[in-house]
């Protein structure tokens, strides 16, 4: 594209006149030495060849030489060459793209030599640089145009509107041709019109940025309020303010609706009888009220703003916090109970309801808890618990005895009995064939009646060693490991570490007992050299353990009409404690029961209670 064509003489002229004559080949050697390096020249002679290249060309244009006037770059030269008329010399400023880029060259015709002379630049960027200009101005008038807030300019010394948007024009009903003529004054209410004036005259000094619900007056009479941003700026060389319209008449309704619901929220919540507050997801307080302020004992401003998680009992914290996390959109709410001290010191339980409010990527955002003393009703359940397990503990001991009676039975008099008549069978089997063989048949099966008859009255008398009401169950246990002890079998260690002088008769016969059955499971089927017998204390618990090295059995294939481990397992079932039957063949037997702590107060009242321990005296 030639956009300009200039003879050359014009510019020899210009140098004559200032005592400089320059002739036309001249003229373009001057401006080859004037241009940077990296700009490309080319001398085309009058039959098309390229007779003169610098380095920018031969870099940017390696065929050119080759192609003459008909390479792409040269092209619009060639036209201006043909059109030329002779002995005249022209000048020429073409613009040319090739290869992605765009040039500006400067083409001058040789009048004699007819010789043509191209100097190019490379004006890429500045191409680019107009039309992103062309397209932010294509963007910015479209958001002007577009724009919801109205914008006006006013003159900062007149007053008078030297441009307005077409948002303004709506919003107060005028055209842009009528607000143009019209100035500050005019779009004002007349009794609001010295604040709006002198809102202006602080936008104008820098005094301030935003004028908040101004009055404005529309076109029809009708106002409404409006928040003003500004800023100022030279306009057409005077100093204007800008101001940005923002119509508020929806959010001022829509702030006093949420005022007048707030009082309404408020009044309810100051009226309850519950502590209410509402912290953010970190636990600042954001909301307290009065009852919460009175049951700490701190004014409002004294709370918000603070970490609720310094109100709550250290111990109780993590799980407070941990129920709290567990909060999801889909389950908002969580129950928890936990203790508070009040503003006095008092430990109170409370019943806290924690609503969760999520943000619609699921984040927690606020927390509303609602809480209730339940000091009393914990007191009023803890007092009907103990009054249960006072109940429980009366037909536990009735059961229990009956239980009780029952292994005894099967360990002791059932097994005499059987043996007698196992004795007696045989007496009358013997007598006629072997009569001395029968007769010490007959006085085993007596000696076994008479001990039958022994273990009977003892089960009448209370199902107890009268060792365990003598001395105690340390006295006990030791006295059957003696005996034990005495009919041979495995050696027999017995270890005892107990704090307590006497425990609850229901305790002491159940240990004695466990012992018993243990200990004789031991003797009898582990053919163990070694059977270890230990009665620890341990804080609230009585630890039993009887273990051995021997053959060992399963626990798991114990036929259910054998009553000596099961017996083990429901006594401690019955008293609250644990059994454990750890053995595999080859490996030997550990038998562990773990017991609740009972003592004999402890088992009349029914109430568990630390304070009516009684400790062994110990000799200094």
Same mark, same amino acid.
């Given at each position: ?184 004054? *005019? ?88 502590? $209410? ?26 709370? $918000? ?93 009735? *059961?229990?005895?009956?239980?009780? $009676? ?144 021997? $053959? ?69």
């Amino acid at each position: 594209m030639i956009r300009e064509h200039q003879p050359c003489e014009t510019a020899g002229k210009e140098a004559a006149a200032r005592g400089n004559p320059v002739t036309a080949s001249e003229c373009p050697r001057n401006l080859v030495s004037a241009m940077p390096d990296q700009n490309p020249i080319v001398e085309i002679g009058p039959d098309g060849e390229v007779r003169y290249m610098n380095s920018a060309a031969s870099r940017l244009f390696p065929d050119l030489r080759q192609q003459g006037l008909s390479h792409p770059w040269l092209a619009p030269c060639a036209v201006m060459a043909r059109e030329s008329p002779a002995g005249e010399c022209r000048m020429a400023i073409v613009e040319v793209e090739f290869a992605g880029r765009a040039y500006q060259l400067a083409v001058c015709c040789g009048a004699k030599e007819r010789s043509l002379r191209v100097y190019g630049i490379d004006v890429t960027q500045h191409k680019r640089a107009e039309e992103a200009l062309r397209q932010a101005h294509d963007e910015l008038q479209a958001i002007y145009n577009a724009m919801v807030d109205g914008l006006l300019i006013a003159d900062a010394e007149t007053k008078h509107f030297v441009r307005a948007n077409p948002g303004i024009c709506a919003m107060l009903g005028y055209s842009e041709e009528r607000l143009l003529s019209m100035s500050v004054m *005019d779009i004002h209410p007349p009794d609001k019109l010295p604040r709006a004036l002198a809102a202006f005259e602080d936008l104008v000094r820098g005094h301030a940025r935003i004028a908040e619900a101004l009055p404005i007056l529309r076109g029809d009479g009708t106002i409404f309020h409006a928040d003003i941003s500004t800023s100022l700026l030279t306009y057409r060389g005077r100093l204007a303010v800008l101001g940005i319209f923002r119509d508020i008449t929806e959010r001022a309704r829509a702030e006093a609706a949420l005022r007048a619901s707030e009082e309404r929220y408020r009044a309810v919540v100051e009226d309850q009888t519950e502590v $209410i507050c509402r912290f953010t997801a970190d636990g600042t307080l954001t909301f307290v009220n009065d009852v919460f302020c009175r049951f700490f004992g701190k004014a409002c401003n004294e709370l $918000i703003g603070r970490k609720w998680q310094a109100l709550a009992m250290p111990d109780e914290l993590p799980m407070v916090e941990r129920q709290l996390l567990a909060m999801s959109p889909a389950n908002p709410i969580a129950v928890i109970e936990n203790r508070i001290r009040s503003d006095r010191g008092e430990i109170r339980w409370m019943q806290f309801v924690y609503r969760g409010f999520f943000d619609p990527s699921g984040r927690l955002v606020e927390v509303q808890a609602v809480g209730r003393d339940v000091t009393d009703l914990k007191k009023a359940q803890e007092a009907l618990a103990r009054e249960h397990r006072a109940l429980k503990r009366l037909l536990q001991s009735s *059961d229990h005895e009956r239980r009780l $009676i029952a292994y005894e039975i099967h360990d002791g008099l059932a097994q005499q009995l059987a043996g007698a008549l196992m004795q007696f069978e045989t007496y009358a089997y013997q007598k006629d064939k072997l009569p001395e063989f029968a007769d010490r048949a007959f006085e085993a099966g007596m000696a076994m009646l008479r001990q039958a008859h022994f273990e009977t009255r003892r089960l009448i008398s209370g199902v107890r060693p009268p060792i365990l009401d003598e001395a105690g169950i340390m006295a006990a246990i030791s006295h059957l490991v003696n005996e034990e002890q005495r009919k041979g079998g495995p050696r027999i260690e017995l270890h005892g570490r107990i704090e307590h002088e006497r425990l609850s008769p229901i305790l002491e016969n159940a240990i004695y007992r466990i012992v018993q059955e243990a200990l004789a499971n031991a003797c009898q089927h582990s053919q163990s050299e070694l059977v270890v017998v230990s009665l620890t204390q341990e804080c609230c618990k009585i630890r039993i353990e009887v273990r051995d090295q021997g $053959i060992g059995f399963d626990p798991e294939a114990i036929a259910e009409n054998q009553f000596g481990v099961a017996g083990i397992r429901e006594r401690a079932r019955l008293l609250g404690g644990i059994a454990t039957i750890e053995s595999s063949p080859g490996q030997g037997t550990r038998i562990a029961v773990e017991l609740p702590l009972i003592f004999p107060n402890e088992a009349n009242a029914g109430t568990p209670g630390r304070d009516t321990i009684s400790k062994r005296e110990k000799s200094p």
